[in-house]
């Protein structure tokens, strides 16, 4: 045994623990009855413990020491020495993050949560304003813990998405506000309500269950190494690429709903059941400063995918022009006097609205960067906990035209900032950017992808974003990637081509 291997088997080990915390995960949102949340964050809590004090022991000092010097002077770009840097960044951080923080911070999650909901659904913003006050403080501590050179959020969002900068953030939503803002304008000038209301009909579960499972093996969610369950707030996890969980949710009266979710959560599935095998318990599926097995490069590049197979490709004409025949035959009557075309339009209709989770591709954005912009300011302490309702109504103002009747649907609308997920918000946009660049740079590599993609073979893109993206785990950052396909980091300009494009097409704009 070698050094490396030594340190290599110990992280495997490791690893396993963050699986088995996956799977306590996964259970707790597709199965657990509501009563075991008390007991199940107990066991949450345990082994998250232990988990810690392993990776932050003086054993995994030695051994990344020892590992470190076998393996100076080797090719800095292998897998190994990309590894071993992860490692002896994430056990630096981890050094540094104060156990007390940690606790306080766990402690309390659940509580501030809880008032949040609450809070939410008595539409009484003051009622959450000191757990919000307190989250603050905790997490500019953790912040401080972390470490940065320019600002507090550069910290936190490191999280998530290293590499990524409040700066660099502020300047990449610029440009898309220059293109997103006046696309929206005229999309909103121009819009009107399509023939009848698809959704007005009721869409059985089981029949729409049904058409989940065949449209994400359609993708290629290979269901041997997989499953598809429901859940109250759709996600995705996986104990390696050999058991990835889907969930979606199915509501009776709107059925872009379960179908949607499905396949973005088999978007996220298909980057982890497509990771190198070689890579299994190793340093290059593990997020180890989240404590999280995962093996997508970031929570950006992990939203790339998804976002990639549920709006790219699941919300493309194309796609609906050759399955559309598939939702019909289940819902023969429902869909009697609506055609392909009509779905399509249906499933892409541009609107200006309260809520971000239901908004559409164009206005999505508009929700993240106002959060982002939020938590800037409140970390750098320009604006106040107790100033936020206005705030939050005045951006929604100048970014949708809309002014939230209620905190209900403004400011307390989102859990995050209940239980401190500061600096999370910007990963579904850089998603969204990664997906359109990933996505042209496949077009100008594949000539032939459009003729394929309208053929509804979807195996070469998936192939082509294996062997570019899926099977580097998380080697590689989001820049790194896309440079290797497109010779340039992450930029927003191929995002507002698309959605000019698709846009310009479906409202008739010039
Ligand atoms: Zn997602």
């Not at 470490?147 to 700066?167: C, K, N, S, V, W």
């Not at 121009?190 to 049904?210: M, T």
């Not at 497509?274 to 318990?281: D, H, V, Y």
């Not at 239980?419 to 950017?433: A, L, R, S, V």
């Given at each position: ?14 690893h ?8 306590l ?15 199940r964050?107990?066991q949450l809590?345990?082994?998250s ?7 932050i ?19 800095a770009?292998?897998?190994?020495a990309?590894?071993?840097?992860q490692t002896?960044?994430?056990y630096?951080i ?12 766990a402690?309390l ?13 008595d ?11 307190r989250?603050l ?5 953790l912040?401080?813990?972390i470490g ?18 409040a700066a ?7 440009e ?5 803002l006046?696309l ?6 121009v ?36 499953r598809?369950?429901?859940?109250p707030?759709p ?14 949710r199915?509501?009776a ?20 059941q ?22 997508g ?14 709006n790219?490709?699941?919300r ?6 050759l ?8 819902f ?19 609107r200006p609205?309260?809520?971000r ?9 508009l929700?993240i ?13 320009a604006?106040a ?13 100048d970014?949708?035209?809309?002014k939230?009747?209620d ?7 989102d859990v995050h900032?209940?239980f ?19 996505l042209?740079?496949?077009?100008a590599?594949?000539p032939?992808?459009?003729?394929m993609?309208?053929?509804?073979d ?5 192939a ?19 440079t ?23 409202y008739?704009?010039s």
């Amino acid at each position: 045994m070698t050094a490396y291997d030594d340190l290599a088997a110990h992280i495997a080990e490791y690893h396993d623990l963050l699986c088995i915390l996956n799977t306590l995960k996964w259970d707790m949102r597709a199965m657990m009855p509501a009563a075991g949340a008390a007991s199940r964050g107990n066991q949450l809590a345990t082994l998250s413990k232990l988990a810690k004090s392993i990776f932050i022991s003086d054993e995994t000092a030695g051994l990344l020491d020892a590992a470190e010097a076998e393996i100076a002077g080797a090719d800095a770009d292998s897998y190994q020495a990309r590894a071993l840097r992860q490692t002896r960044d994430a056990y630096e951080i981890q050094r540094r993050i104060p156990a007390d923080l940690v606790g306080r911070m766990a402690a309390l999650g659940p509580e501030s949560e809880a008032v949040w909901a609450q809070a939410k659904n008595d539409n009484d913003f003051a009622r959450f304003k000191p757990y919000l006050k307190r989250m603050l403080a905790l997490n500019l501590e953790l912040a401080e813990a972390i470490g940065y050179d320019d600002h507090p959020f550069d910290a936190l969002i490191r999280q998530f998405e290293p590499g990524m900068t409040a700066a660099r953030l502020l300047g990449i939503f610029a440009e898309l506000k220059a293109g997103i803002l006046p696309l929206l304008e005229r999309v909103v000038a121009v819009d009107a309500p399509l023939p009848f209301d698809l959704w007005a009909a009721e869409y059985d579960l089981a029949s729409q269950k049904k058409l989940c499972h065949e449209l994400t093996a359609l993708i290629g969610f290979d269901f041997a190494r997989g499953r598809l369950d429901s859940a109250p707030h759709p996600f995705e996890i996986s104990f390696t690429r050999d058991d990835v969980r889907i969930t979606t949710r199915y509501d009776a009266n709107y059925l872009p709903m379960s179908l949607f979710a499905a396949l973005h959560e088999a978007g996220h599935g298909l980057y982890e059941q497509n990771i190198a095998p070689g890579l299994t318990r190793t340093a290059l599926t593990a997020d180890f400063l989240g404590q999280y097995a995962v093996g997508g490069a970031s929570f950006g590049a992990h939203e790339f995918s998804s976002r990639l197979w549920e709006n790219q490709i699941g919300r493309s004409r194309e796609f609906w022009r050759l399955h559309f025949a598939r939702l019909k035959a289940r819902f023969p009557q429902q869909l009697a006097a609506a055609d392909a075309e009509l779905f399509y339009r249906a499933v892409n209709r541009v609107r200006p609205s309260l809520i971000r989770v239901e908004a559409d591709e164009v206005t999505y954005n508009l929700h993240i960067m106002l959060r982002a912009e939020i938590e800037m300011a409140l970390l750098e302490g320009a604006i106040a906990v107790d100033d936020l309702p206005e705030i939050w109504n005045a951006k929604m103002q100048d970014y949708l035209g809309l002014k939230p009747p209620d905190d209900r649907r403004g400011v307390l609308q989102d859990v995050h900032w209940s239980f401190g997920g500061f600096g999370n918000f910007p990963c579904y946009t850089i998603g969204n950017i990664m997906a359109a660049q990933a996505l042209a740079a496949a077009q100008a590599q594949m000539p032939n992808l459009a003729a394929m993609l309208a053929e509804g073979d979807y195996q070469p893109l998936l192939a082509w974003l294996t062997e570019n993206f899926y099977r580097h785990g998380r080697a590689y950052s989001t820049d790194e990637l896309l440079t290797r396909v497109s010779g340039e980091g992450l930029n927003p300009a191929p995002l507002l081509n698309y959605l000019e494009r698709k846009y310009n097409d479906l409202y008739g704009l010039s």
